[in-house]
Each structure stands twice: as C-alpha cells, then as structure tokens.
C-alpha cells in the first residue's frame, strides 16, 4: 500500500510537500540576496531566509521522521529557530527602510535576553509541560500530536505583536512612496497570511498544530529575488527619503524619478521622461553629473536653493547595472560659504587698504628718521626706530592673520620632516634646536602649513631662550604636535593664547599664535596647548 492511498495520506504528502518547499525556495533565495546593495538590509534578509528555512526543514523532519522520539526533536529544534526569526525580520525591516533600530545595542541586548529567556523554558519543557504535551494521533493521518499550552499561545502573541512592527515600518514605507507597490504590498501581506492556519492547526483537527511563517517567508523571497527585484531594490534606493533621486540604468537611461526630483525638475514630470536618456531630459544634470559632488543652483518658491549632486553606482551583486543620482539640499551651507567667500574678501581688501595707507606714511617716517640718525646719535631715536618696526611687523601680521584665515581650495600630500626643517631654516636662532621625530605625510597647503611651523616655532624661541629645544612629530590619533622644552604656557592662559593682540612678550605683536589658529580652522583641524613631557609648551593638531 502507497503513503498517498493511506488514510490522510494524500494530505501527509502535501504537508510534506508544502514544507520541503518552502524550506528549498528560503535556501534557493540566499545567492540573490547577493543583489541587495545596502549590506544591514542583505544581513537581514540573508538570516531570515537561513533561519526560516531551517525551520521549514525542522517541520518536514518533524512530519517524515519514523519514530515519536525523532519527531518530537524536530518539533523542539523547530521551536527555538522559529523563535529566532523574529530578530532578522526586525532587522531586515529596519534597515530597509532606512531605519537604525536594528543598530541600537539597547534594543540587541534586550531582544538576545528575552530570546535566551523564552528558549530556556522551550528546551525544558519535557520537565514541566508547561509550553506543550505530545501524544500519538491518527487524525488526519499518524503522526505526533502537538498541544499548544499558555505559556506558547503568550510567547506566539509576543512573536507576532514584535513581526507587526516590521510590517508597520514597510507599510509605511509603501504608503510615503508614489511608486507602484501593489506586488511588494502583495508579498508582504502574504507572509502574514499563515498566521490564519495557526490559528486553524488550534481548532481543526484536519490542520496539525504547527507554526505556519515559514511558508509565508518562502513565498516572499520568492517573489522579491526572482520577481519583483527591481521594484524590491528601486523603492529602498529612492522611497525612503526625502531627497530627490532619479535612477538611472547603465545607458545613463531615466529609470525611475521620485516624487521629490519631480517637484525640482519639470521635466521629469508625466511618463514620458522615463525611458529617455538623461542628456536628453535633463541636459545641464548630465554634464554637471560627471564631476566630484557639483553643487547646482535652483529657483524654486521664488527663492534660490542649492542641491549637491552625488552620483553613485546602483548594482545588482557584482554587476553595475546602473546609478542613482541624488540631490542633496545644502542650501544653508552653501549660502554661509558664499557669505565667507565675501567676508574673506572684504577683509583681504581692507587689510591691504590699511596696509596702503599706513605704510607710506612710515616708509616716510622710517626715511626722514634715518636723515636725523646719519646727522646726530640720540638715543631717542633708537627708541623711535624700535618703535616704527613695530608697526611694520604689527600691519604683516594684521596682513597674514587675514589672509591666512581664507578657505583652502586645494591641498597636496606634505612630508612633515621636510617642511618643519625648511620651516626651522626661517627663524632666526642662536643655540636652539630642532629635533623630528616620527613624521608621516599630511594632506595640507604646503605655504600655509609652513607659515604655521614658523610661528609655533617662533613662539617656542621667543619664550623658550636661545637654548630651546623643538620637537616635532606626528599624533597616534592622526595629527602632528610642536612642543619645546621651555617655561610652558600657565593652565590658565591656555585658553586664551590664540587670541588676537593676546601676548606674554612686550615684544610680541599678539597674532603669531592667533595666525596659526586661522591657518589650522582653514584646513578643518583643530589645535590644543597643554603641557610638553619636559614641562614646556605643546600644540596638538589633530586632523
């Protein structure tokens, strides 16, 4: 006699079928998650379909096993994978729709102790019986029979209140988007589809007491990996956000436009812009596209915004199938920098002003005093000499200290041993030294990192004495330092040492360390003074 012409037999196959199945297509599925670009969305998606695939297989070796020993150990392994799935579904709902939940070690810690705590009483239970009991059954064919207890039907409403909140995160992700979602609102709704016959297997004695969802997650991996994958990666790259996104294929071709490039470009708008090559649609996007994140200008509401153009490939697992080009609004940065671009040259043209008109009528005093020095020696007037080169150094430091502060438009690869010696060669100095240490090369504008050497290292000999010691070197964080083994900085000034004007020396104009902030801002590092290891000064750079 054949299994099907047993009693129940044709349904045993079925079951048998139904879950054999929908374990194959969960495993079937893995190599296509390759295609899903975001990594946390591939983790999420990849577990899922591990772990609901094995609990499909615990279900057909639960049903195909020969002895009552064997199905009940199916049953058990089923039960503490089953549980498991919950966590990369989450995780898969996260991240798709561009949440960081799945991120929050918070939330980790919480899920794994109730995971840990919920499985403790499955794997216990032939003690207590207090999630299930077995029995032999024949009805609807022989088998194990499974009867659910409390403490299963709470856990079951746990799993399901938790896997309602990943349907709540992509449903609403469904609902933002002016996509057609029908077919992935379709396969989503189906993976919750066998919670019916979980509820069915409780009262019907022709539906065996088991966990459905395996079957519900096969149906969905089926559909988005070999389906609907486009549709499944074009509404994660595009529906999320609210930036605009136009998504192109490997011809440069308008696949796909959001409703927010819509808005920004005209063009865009009705369908006969997809299908058309981007040149064709939107000629200025296609030539600005190209360059390395361009910053374009539009009127929109009656006022000018800035969008920064980024382009990146869009693939499907090792294959460029194409780009998606994003629009990021930097208005407000856009507009502070174009305000400091002004600012910067309204200083620049101010300082040189100053300069102008207050070094001409010192370059006449310096002469007429030189007339008086060649014809008597008074030592006023060396008094008004020293006083005259004061002011001259005072308006190329007020020259330099505008000047230094403006943006860096470019920068080169710098050795910090090359440029700190010729660096050292400009300050005049008796018995001091220069001692480098480990250097490495730095990012920078070789003019202006050698002008902030020379005033570190000014400011070291002018306070440190003519038997300084200097050091150079780089920082384990990423940076450099300059550090002497003078008198140091008291704590309390630390603070207040890149001020302009602000100065220990009755010599000193005040602006030598505030030039090296402005150079150190202008580049986008940071610079600190605290203690040297031999008690003088040090200035941390941190890149």
């Known amino acids: 006699m054949t299994v099907a012409s047993q009693p129940g037999g044709a349904l045993y196959l079925g079951y048998l079928v139904l879950f054999g199945l929908g374990a194959l297509l969960c495993f079937v ?87 840990l705590s919920i499985v403790s009483i499955k794997l216990t239970n032939p003690l207590h019986q207090l999630y299930y009991v077995t029995e032999p059954a024949s009805t609807p064919f022989p088998h194990l029979q499974i009867t659910h207890q409390p403490i299963h039907w709470i856990v079951m409403g746990l799993a399901y209140s938790l896997a309602t909140i990943g349907f709540f995160m992509l449903f609403e992700l469904f609902y933002k988007t002016d996509y057609d979602v029908t077919p992935l609102a379709g396969l989503v709704a189906l993976t919750a589809l066998p919670i019916g016959l979980d509820v069915a297997g ?35 790259i595009a529906g999320g956000g609210n930036d605009p996104v136009v998504i192109l294929d490997d011809d440069d071709t308008v696949r796909e436009a959001n409703r927010e490039s819509r808005e920004l470009f ?29 910053v374009i200008e539009r009127r929109t509401g009656g006022a000018t915004r800035y969008y920064q153009v980024s382009s990146n490939p869009f693939a499907a697992g090792q294959a460029e199938i194409g780009r998606v080009l994003t629009f990021a609004d930097v208005t407000e940065r856009e507009r502070y920098r174009r305000e400091l671009e002004r600012q910067n040259e309204r200083l620049d043209t101010f300082a040189s002003m100053i300069s102008h008109d207050l070094r001409n009528p010192l370059s006449v005093a310096k002469g007429n005093l030189d007339l008086v020095r060649a014809e008597t020696d008074h030592e006023d007037l060396e008094t008004v000499a020293g006083a005259l080169d004061r002011m001259n150094d005072l308006i190329e430091d007020v020259l330099r200290l505008a000047r ?140």
């Open 202 to 236: 409780s009262v019907s004695p022709f539906v065996l007491e088991l966990t459905y969802s395996p079957l519900g997650v096969a149906a969905f991996a089926a559909g988005v990996m070999f389906v609907y994958a486009d549709q499944f990666r074009t509404l994660q």
């Open 29 to 115: 599925s893995l190599p296509g998650a390759r295609r899903v670009e975001d990594r946390d969305t591939r983790i999420g998606l990849a577990a899922l379909l591990v772990i609901s695939g094995a609990w499909a297989t615990s279900h057909f070796g639960y049903l195909a096993a020969p002895t009552a020993r064997l199905q009940h150990g199916f049953y058990l392994f089923g039960l503490v994978v089953g549980l498991g799935a919950v966590g990369p579904w989450l995780y898969f709902c996260s991240a798709y729709t561009g949440r960081t939940l799945h991120r929050d070690r918070r939330i980790r810690w919480a899920a794994a102790l109730t995971y």
């Open 266 to 294: 005209s063009q865009l708008e009705g369908e006969n812009a997809i299908g058309q090559p981007l040149h064709t649609v939107l000629p200025k996007i296609a030539e600005v596209a190209v360059e390395d994140r361009p």
């Open 404 to 543: 230094q502060g403006q943006p860096i438009d470019e920068t080169e690869p710098v050795g910090l041993e090359a440029i700190a010696e010729r660096s050292w060669e400009m300050v005049e100095s008796v018995d001091t030294e220069l001692v480098v240490g480990d250097t490495a090369e730095i990012e920078a504008d070789p003019d202006r990192l050698q002008q902030l050497l020379e005033n570190l290292f000014r400011n070291s000999v002018e306070h440190g004495g003519d038997d300084v010691t200097v050091s150079v070197g780089t920082l384990d964080r990423g940076g450099f330092y300059v550090e002497d083994d003078g008198p140091g900085i008291p704590e309390d000034i630390r603070g207040e040492v890149f001020g302009s004007g602000f100065t220990t020396d009755e010599e000193g104009t005040g602006f030598g360390l505030a030039i090296v902030e402005e150079i150190v801002e202008a580049h986008g590092w940071a610079i600190r003074a605290t203690e040297g290891r031999e008690g003088g000064a040090r200035f941390e750079i941190n890149i």
